[in-house]
């Protein structure tokens, strides 16, 4: 099992920029990859960004294509997701995941991952 601990989020007024930090711990030997999912009220979790452990591949959600940028530091096995321009849709509880399947091709379903961290709160204020 993949420990997953976020941390970052806060209140920020729209336009503004916040960078979330996922470290991972545990059993990582075979996990390929990792995911940024959000939850806002009411609705259900959805996928924000993606990225391969070996070579840094990225996906990103249409949503936040151009204004948030997933990255990832392999020595210190801690993943980060810039986000920059926010707005208030993007105010939500941030999940990052570990790909639980061993699979190298890029994924944005939450079936995929095995591991998810406790999320950390995103407030845009407008």
């Known amino acids: 099992q993949v420990q997953l601990v976020e941390s970052g989020g806060g209140l920020v007024q729209a336009g503004g920029s916040l960078r979330l930090s996922c470290a991972a711990s545990?059993?990582?030997?075979?996990?390929?990859?990792m995911g940024w999912f959000r939850q806002a009220p009411g609705k259900d979790r959805e996928f924000v960004a993606y990225?391969?452990?070996?070579?840094?591949?990225?996906y990103y959600a249409d949503s936040v294509k151009g204004r948030f940028t997933i990255s990832r530091v392999n020595a210190k096995n801690t993943v980060y997701l810039q986000m920059n321009s926010l707005k208030p849709e993007d105010t939500a509880v941030y999940y990052c995941?570990?790909?639980?399947?061993?699979?190298?091709?890029?994924?944005?379903?939450?079936?995929?991952?095995?591991?998810w961290g406790q999320g950390t709160q995103v407030t845009v204020s407008s």
């Open positions: 995941a570990a790909e639980g399947t061993g699979s190298y091709s890029i994924t944005i379903y939450n079936r995929d991952f095995g591991s």
């Open positions: 545990g059993r990582t030997i075979g996990r390929s990859a």
């Open positions: 990225i391969r452990w070996s070579d840094g591949g990225t």
